[in-house]
């Protein structure tokens, strides 16, 4: 099994400009989530899903949209990039009833 | 308010001696808690877990211990290696309203230094 797997590994993005941030996994997990990392600050949960077709929010939400159609794929948008955005993002999932969750390796995000 | 909270943000210790890394919480509703390694540049990696039924647990080389009275979770490594060297980070769940999920809330982490 890959696991979690993210892409891109780096962006850089301008102010305003939209992406996507890819999140899968191969585990057969119905949750997945996506945090960000900014120093000093530990993880922060954006979005999470329990399964396909549904969404919820995290801590942090604002500016960012996810879908799950598939159990495998979460990906999460940014329709118009801000410099507040800025942060390292981490992907995660785990199994139903489990509790320990796996994390993907990241996705550097610079926004100027 | 709630937080996960970690008492030092920097701890260096010498090869071959225990670390200790020790984190506080405020929710009360927390029944269970995990600390994760980060290495650099990588996620967050499993390293062990408790529930609040317990008071301590211990894994290779790893033991966590909880005492709920001052809501404090420690982590402690025996004999640390060069390999230990990473940010480590205390983080609580709870259940939330969707069914099995639950939300997981980090400390800001300790930055662990293991000297030759």
């Known amino acids: 099994n890959a696991g979690v797997t993210q892409t891109p590994k780096f962006q850089v993005l301008k102010t305003g400009q939209s992406m996507t941030l890819q999140c899968a996994q191969d585990m057969n997990h119905e949750y997945m989530s996506w945090y960000r990392q900014d120093p000093g600050m530990g993880l922060r949960l954006i979005h999470y899903?329990?399964?396909?077709?549904?969404?919820d929010q995290g801590e942090v939400p604002n500016g960012y949209n996810v879908s799950r159609s598939t159990t495998e794929d979460f990906p999460l948008r940014l329709l118009s990039a801000a410099p507040s955005q800025t942060s390292v993002y981490f992907c995660a999932s785990k199994g139903t009833f489990k509790e320990t969750q796996y994390f993907g390796p990241g996705t550097r995000l610079l926004v100027l | 308010g709630e937080s996960v909270g970690l008492h030092l943000p920097t701890l260096s210790v010498q090869e071959g001696d225990n670390s200790i890394i020790n984190c506080a919480y405020s929710n009360s509703a927390s029944d269970y808690f995990i600390w994760y390694k980060q290495e650099s540049g990588k996620g967050p990696q499993f390293i062990i877990d408790?529930?609040?039924?317990?008071d301590k647990r211990q894994g290779q080389r790893v033991t966590v211990l909880l005492n709920k009275t001052v809501k404090h979770l420690s982590l402690q490594i025996a004999a640390t290696q060069p390999g230990d060297s990473a940010v480590y980070f205390c983080?609580?769940?709870?259940?939330?309203?969707?069914?099995?999920?639950?939300?997981?809330?980090f400390g800001s982490g300790t930055q662990l230094t293991v000297l030759p």
């Open positions: 408790i529930r609040s039924n317990m």
């Open positions: 899903s329990v399964g396909a077709g549904i969404t």
């Open positions: 983080a609580e769940t709870r259940h939330i309203s969707s069914g099995s999920a639950r939300q997981l809330t």
